[in-house]
């Protein structure tokens, strides 16, 4: 789960920290039920949870930029008309 994606980064980037949290038993018995499906551990599933959260976050963050700029490229275009419509009526 998500190793691939390690391969891109350096070293010190791969480095470890240990991260205290807490969480509620259910989320544990939850993670520790997934581990054991798939022979991973709580870190593994922590990490790709984490992994595809921060992904989610920053493709929607691409999304709500290219939607910004596509209305801001319709307002810059109405704009546009606008003056060439007053242009034609004054001349």
Do not use: C, P
């Given at each position: ?8 980064r350096s ?35 922590i990490e ?14 691409i999304y ?28």
């Open positions: 789960m998500g190793k691939e994606r390690d391969t891109m070293l010190a980037e791969l480095k470890k920290q240990q991260v205290r949290l807490r969480l509620h038993s259910y989320l544990v018995d939850e993670i520790d039920a997934l581990a054991k499906k798939f022979s991973l551990n709580r870190t593994d599933i790709e949870a984490i992994r595809s959260y921060i992904s989610a976050q920053k493709e929607d963050m709500k930029d290219i939607e910004t700029s596509f209305k801001e490229l319709k307002d810059s275009e109405f704009a546009i008309l606008e003056e060439l419509i007053d242009e034609l009526e004054n001349s």
